[in-house]
Structures are given as structure tokens and as C-alpha cells.
């Protein structure tokens, strides 16, 4: 529980079991393993600085666990761009 404490409110990128990569900040999770993301961002695939791929704006969303692959702190992508 205290490692979800630290991530509150923090840049999360999570990765999809279709490829896709979800980037928003972290609010909360449940027993199902679900994630809600606020200000979240959608892209095909894992974004990188050369990346030109406009991302898809979803603003709050809820990520069924069951297709979390990866999560990571997102330190290297700007979510605003």
C-alpha cells in the first residue's frame, strides 16, 4: 500500500495487451486491479522523443487490469505536447 501512496498523483505510462500505451497521472486502483488515470493520454505504441505520433486525449480513464502488461513512472514524456 505504500508503494501506491508514493505513486499518487504521479506521471504513469501504462502498457497494453493490444500495444498500446496509456500515459496520464495516477488517482487510484481497486482489488480488480484497475487503474484510473486523469489527464491521460492514448498512443499506438510506446512513445519516444523522435515519436511524431499526435497522442489520443482522453482525460480521465479507467484501465481494466486484466490489460496492464507494464506500468512505469513516465519521466521521459511530456503528456502536454
Not at 39 to 66: F, H, N, V, W
Amino acid at each position: 500500500m505504500a508503494l501506491l501512496d508514493k505513486l499518487l498523483n504521479r506521471l504513469l505510462q501504462v502498457h497494453l495487451s493490444d500495444g498500446r500505451v496509456v500515459i496520464g497521472n495516477f488517482m487510484c486502483t481497486d482489488r480488480e486491479l484497475n487503474i484510473i488515470l486523469g489527464q491521460c493520454q492514448e498512443y499506438s505504441c510506446a512513445p519516444d522523443r523522435e515519436s511524431t505520433e499526435q497522442p489520443r486525449l482522453l482525460g480521465l480513464a479507467m484501465i481494466p487490469g486484466k490489460h496492464v502488461v507494464k506500468i512505469q513512472v513516465a519521466v521521459d514524456v511530456d503528456p502536454s505536447k
